[in-house]
Nanobody
Framework: QVQLVESGGGVVQAGGSLRLSCAAS????????MGWYRQAPGEQRDLVAA???????DYTDSVKGRFTISRDNARNTVYLQMNGLKPEDTAVYYC?????????????WGQGTQVTVSS
């Protein structure tokens, strides 16, 4: 099992910045991917950004140039630096970890942290 503990959400004005953190513990494979998803009310949960244990990153188009994902492998922690926040970034942000073994993915979720951007 894997446990994910998120922190760093809050309320910020448009144009402001927030930094989310997610610490993972438990049975974490050497090959894994950590990421952030978000879900606004009435919407589906979508990928925001992800980073592999090797350091490869992926971003949804709407956050490119504004958000940066990074990780500290020694601490099994992933970060999401969010700059230039917009009201449309308002959502619950969920940390995600995928343990990878061949073509099999074992997926885990954090409890979510609210990000609210006021206009």
């Amino acid at each position: 099992q894997v446990q994910l503990v998120e922190s760093g959400g809050g309320v910020v004005q448009a144009g402001g910045s927030l930094r989310l953190s997610c610490a993972a513990s438990g049975d974490i494979f050497d090959s894994n991917e950590m990421g952030w998803y978000r879900q606004a009310p009435g919407e589906q949960r979508d990928l925001v950004a992800a980073i592999t244990s090797g350091g490869s990153t992926d971003y949804t188009d709407s956050v490119k140039g504004r958000f940066t994902i990074s990780r500290d492998n020694a601490r099994n922690t992933v970060y999401l630096q969010m700059n230039g926040l917009k009201p449309e970034d308002t959502a619950v942000y969920y940390c995600n970890l995928k343990n990878i073994r061949g073509r099999v993915r074992y997926q885990y979720w954090g409890q979510g942290t609210q990000v609210t951007v006021s206009s």
